[in-house]
């Protein structure tokens, strides 16, 4: 359960004086997510998200956050549109954190994803890179291939703890990204965490995106190695479902077509992001403190999948077909 921060019934009450959403009927603290405390708020205008946002969020990112969710939405992406204040200000502070109040989705995320629910995100994914290009603020991605290394520098002595050989392995698997990682295919906004848990459905049918806290401006082809990762694996999180791959990636370059360069990347691009949230999740299972009411991610799970990368040849292995190319 991700609730870091408790706050008081009359704090709560008090913050939310500032918006003209009617008055507090309940709220309860939302027992998922693993990085900003969320409450849900039941007010007597209906349903919000109210959002404390934590330690790996850096407030000057805010803006950033909050008006690419307006931006998107005004662009008719289905994400949280952030509340405006009566001051008309969208960000304020409750209980020493920084805060912000955003519209409920109704729908629910896929524990089992099929094969239609990939094909679903792949043409979101798309549609959102799109909705994104003119988007007009910046925020550098901190977790991508340069954030790697020193935050490797702070879990490395412990790794072995986690799993004998993963040091070693981890190591190499750095410096191949490190000297090969591309810097000239297209770029924009990417939400850099588009799980399964992120992304609501109604039905068959894809509901909304959630958790833009992680979005930034980087290559949006590894967005979509991002979502190869966390869509088309297996249980076992060894072996990769080709027609989830092919279904994911034929929707997404149906919405925007991929150039062969970021297609002859796009294995690179996957083993990175396999290596990216590997990252997070062990120095998280290293340092969470015992006690915390946070569901701790196995790093494990995407050690298996940077092993897996590692042998993949070309895009046509995750199942990317190419106009004029072959298969
Ligand atoms: N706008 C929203 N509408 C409905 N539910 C939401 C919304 N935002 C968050 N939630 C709920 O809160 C949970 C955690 O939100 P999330 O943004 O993923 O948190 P974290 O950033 O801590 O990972 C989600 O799984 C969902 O149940
Ligand atoms: N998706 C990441 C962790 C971030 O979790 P979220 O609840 O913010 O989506 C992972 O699986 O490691």
Redesign the pocket.
């Known amino acids: 359960m ?1 609730v870091y921060t408790d706050i008081s019934e009359g704090e709560l009450a008090s913050f939310l004086d500032a918006y003209s959403i009617g008055t507090l009927l309940s709220y309860k603290g ?1 027992a ?5 405390s ?1 409450f ?1 708020l039941h007010m007597s205008s209906g349903a919000y ?1 109210l ?1 404390l946002y934590e330690k790996r969020v850096n407030p000057d990112d805010l803006p950033f956050f909050i008006g690419l969710m307006q931006h998107l939405s005004d662009k008719g992406i289905n994400c ?1 549109l952030p509340v405006q204040r009566k001051d008309g200000g969208t960000i304020g502070e409750l209980a020493g954190r920084p805060a912000a109040v ?4 109704e729908g629910m ?1 896929m524990r089992r994803p099929t094969v239609e629910h990939c094909r679903e995100v792949g043409a979101a994914l798309a549609a959102m890179h799109l909705a994104g290009q003119d988007f007009p603020l910046r925020r550098h991605n901190a977790l991508s291939v340069g954030g790697w290394r020193p935050l490797w520098e702070r879990a490395a002595a412990r790794a072995d703890e986690v799993q004998k050989g993963l040091a070693r392995e981890v190591e190499a698997d750095l410096a191949l990204l490190e000297a090969n990682w591309p810097t000239d295919l297209p770029q924009g906004v990417i939400h850099a965490d588009l799980f399964p ?2 992304v ?1 459905f109604l039905g068959q049918e894809l509901s909304g995106l ?2 833009f ?1 992680f979005a930034c401006t980087d290559t949006l082809v590894y967005d979509l190695a991002i979502c190869l990762n966390a869509w088309c694996f297996e249980k076992d999180n060894y072996s990769f479902n080709l027609t989830k791959g092919t279904a994911l990636l034929s929707a997404y370059t149906a919405v925007r077509p991929i150039s062969p360069a970021e297609a002859r990347m796009l294995p690179l691009l996957a083993h990175g992001a396999a290596l990216r949230f590997m990252l997070t999740r062990l120095y998280d299972w290293l340092n969470t403190p015992a006690g915390s009411l946070v569901v701790k991610k196995d790093p494990i799970e995407y050690l298996r999948r940077m092993r897996f990368h590692r042998q993949i040849r070309s895009a046509s292995e995750y199942g990317l077909t190419m106009e004029g190319a072959p298969a």
Not at 32 to 36: F, K, L, Q, T
Not at 102 to 105: E, I, P
């Open positions: 991700a939302i998922e997510g693993v990085e900003n969320n849900l998200i959002t949280p955003v519209t409920f989705l995320w848990d992120n609501f959630i958790d806290y």
